[in-house]
């Protein structure tokens, strides 16, 4: 186990802001009580509620109650969090099914709304989708949920915070309302906190706490382990129980029949079945919704981020307006009529002005700059970050756009090839500690009979530090760009992550710009 934060971690840790997505205060007092929570439908209480040790201990009955009393898996992805079930995480079932089980249900209620929309933009970005218990514990997924240190949305992001993965907050938006870009940012952040702390427990420790207080304790105590930092009351007591609170709101929903609960199981749900479509700046929704035929409530609905009535005004170009589209499915508590889709794509067609769709728009490879457009605008439209933008073009994220520009959006597959150092020799490959022929042969894809035919290997045993040639495999040597991540290098070479650790005995997932690493290009 390593100690402290490398050099490298430690400086990126300091380019992200001193803060985490929302402030929080050590308790002062020793003699904290039992967990209180408000009576309103949303209680930011729920993700900062804390309680003493003592109560936790006389409640259980058990004087260690950080130790684990049951080696059962939480979680579907062995990559998340440690399935660590101790006395604490007890603690918090019973919490959650006994203490506040109605305002639990309504949490899971509002989470199964948007749940597999949240789930999807996690694995595109190459997270844990259980990650989505982090916002049902933060918000119970109350998009207009507020606390009293204004945080705001389903992820609870302060301005600062949003505004730095590339939300807009003004007087007529404020898109940590937006389910869609929130989550997206809420992925861009967790990324970036793993990226950090290589491990989940201190990164959400650090989603709860701050980075820089994290860091502090990791370098004043010389561990690492969240368990530890914990045990020994280095970390404030709600961030002690944040993630023992996570872990048991993943495992009541697991297990929602023993519990009682029930997850509601819907044909569609809010946000299926809509459109995003361009409209004009300034525009009334109350037209816009009578011209679609459709409820002015449901409208609002769908735009929770919109502070006004009407589109917003201060914008360049149009507004991506979420609309249902025909026959939509979402009655309760808003009854709307059916709209033939010819009808209603004539409606929509007479506020815009042009009719080309978000699909289509994906679709490009490259943009035109148009006047007044910035290098976040277009990429908030085409739903990638400002920096890989920046990469994509060789240009600083501070660039000043021209008109008709041209701007790239997509890396071509011909020029990463080219920025790869090809060797005609295949891979050699130097057996570690816990290697064994099969694993590797699935890894690589590679035939074991033609593994143990090439090596001539004829009981099919290795030893450590012996090294084999991997068959059918050539060699290149990458050099890493700033901005790179592993998990979209792999795709690009249409291998598993896993090939690329293995050949680079990699530690962990992140590599830095400089680095030069072996890749298969077979």
């Known amino acids: 186990m390593r100690k402290s934060l490398t050099t490298k971690a430690l400086i990126f840790s300091f380019l992200l802001t001193s803060?985490?997505?929302?402030?929080?205060?050590?308790?002062?007092?020793?003699?904290?009580?039992?967990?209180?929570?408000?009576?309103?439908?949303?209680?930011?209480?729920?993700?900062?509620?804390?309680?003493?040790?003592?109560?936790?201990?006389?409640?259980?009955?058990?004087?260690?109650?950080?130790?684990?009393?049951?080696?059962?898996?939480?979680?579907?992805?062995?990559?998340?969090?440690?399935?660590?079930?101790?006395?604490?995480?007890?603690?918090?079932?019973?919490?959650f099914t006994k203490v506040q089980r109605e305002r639990f249900q309504r949490?899971?209620?509002?989470?199964?709304?948007?749940?597999?929309?949240?789930?999807?933009?996690?694995?595109?970005?190459?997270?844990?989708?259980?990650?989505?218990?982090?916002?049902?514990?933060?918000?119970?997924?109350?998009?207009?949920?507020?606390?009293?240190?204004?945080?705001?949305?389903?992820?609870?992001?302060?301005?600062?915070?949003?505004?730095?993965?590339?939300?807009?907050?003004?007087?007529?938006?404020?898109?940590?309302?937006?389910?869609?870009?929130?989550?997206?940012?809420?992925?861009?952040?967790?990324?970036?906190?793993?990226?950090?702390?290589?491990?989940?427990?201190?990164?959400?420790?650090?989603?709860?706490?701050?980075?820089?207080?994290?860091?502090?304790?990791?370098?004043?105590?010389?561990?690492?382990?969240?368990?530890?930092?914990?045990?020994?009351?280095?970390?404030?007591?709600?961030?002690?129980?944040?993630?023992?609170?996570?872990?048991?709101?993943?495992?009541?929903?697991?297990?929602?029949?023993?519990?009682?609960?029930?997850?509601?199981?819907?044909?569609?749900?809010?946000?299926?079945?809509?459109?995003?479509?361009?409209?004009?700046?300034?525009?009334?929704?109350?037209?816009?919704?009578?011209?679609?035929?459709?409820?002015?409530?449901?409208?609002?609905?769908l735009n929770p981020e919109l502070k006004k009535h009407s589109t917003p005004k201060q914008i360049t170009g149009h507004y991506f307006l979420r609309v249902p589209k025909s026959h939509y499915a979402y009655v309760a508590p808003i009854e709307t009529p059916k709209v033939h889709l010819a009808d209603q794509e004539k409606k929509v067609k007479e506020l815009i002005s042009r009719p080309e769709t978000p699909k289509e728009i994906k679709r490009r490879t490259a943009h035109k700059v148009q006047k007044g457009e910035t290098l976040y605008s277009i990429a908030r439209l085409y739903e990638i970050s400002p920096n890989k933008l920046s990469q994509l073009n060789k240009i600083s994220i501070k660039t000043k756009l021209k008109t008709s520009q041209i701007l790239t959006l997509v890396e071509s597959k011909k020029l990463f090839k080219n920025s790869l150092k090809i060797l005609k020799t295949p891979i050699v490959y130097k057996i570690r500690r816990g290697d064994n022929l099969n694993e590797l042969a699935k890894i690589f894809n590679i035939r074991i009979s033609h593994l143990k035919k090439a090596n001539r290997l004829a009981r099919g045993q290795v030893k450590v530090g012996q090294k084999i040639v991997l068959p059918k495999t050539r060699k290149g040597i990458y050099t890493v760009k700033k901005g790179d991540e592993l998990a979209k290098l792999a795709k690009k070479l249409n291998q598993p992550m896993a090939a690329i650790i293995k050949l680079n005995a990699l530690k962990r997932k992140s590599i830095y710009p400089g680095q030069k690493i072996i890749v298969n290009i077979d």
């Open 19 to 95: 803060c985490a997505h929302k402030p929080h205060q050590v308790p002062t007092s020793t003699a904290e009580t039992t967990p209180k929570i408000e009576t309103d439908e949303y209680t930011h209480e729920m993700a900062e509620a804390t309680v003493d040790d003592k109560i936790i201990k006389s409640e259980i009955g058990s004087s260690d109650i950080d130790q684990d009393i049951e080696d059962k898996k939480i979680g579907e992805n062995s990559n998340f969090l440690h399935p660590k079930k101790t006395q604490r995480m007890q603690f918090w079932v019973n919490y």
């Open 107 to 301: 949490f899971i209620n509002n989470g199964q709304e948007y749940r597999h929309h949240i789930e999807e933009i996690f694995e595109k970005n190459g997270l844990p989708k259980e990650l989505y218990f982090v916002g049902l514990i933060e918000s119970g997924y109350y998009l207009s949920a507020k606390s009293h240190a204004s945080a705001v949305g389903p992820w609870q992001f302060i301005r600062g915070t949003g505004k730095r993965y590339g939300l807009k907050i003004n007087h007529e938006v404020d898109e940590r309302q937006d389910l869609f870009k929130a989550s997206q940012a809420a992925a861009l952040y967790f990324k970036d906190l793993y990226n950090v702390f290589s491990s989940w427990e201190l990164a959400l420790a650090a989603y709860n706490a701050g980075e820089y207080g994290i860091i502090r304790r990791i370098m004043k105590y010389e561990t690492r382990d969240f368990y530890e930092l914990s045990k020994n009351k280095y970390l404030p007591s709600e961030t002690i129980n944040y993630v023992p609170k996570v872990l048991a709101a993943m495992y009541v929903v697991q297990n929602a029949e023993k519990y009682g609960f029930t997850i509601p199981e819907k044909n569609h749900r809010l946000f299926d079945r809509t459109v995003l479509m361009p409209v004009k700046k300034n525009q009334s929704l109350s037209a816009i919704a009578s011209r679609l035929n459709i409820d002015i409530a449901l409208l609002k609905k």
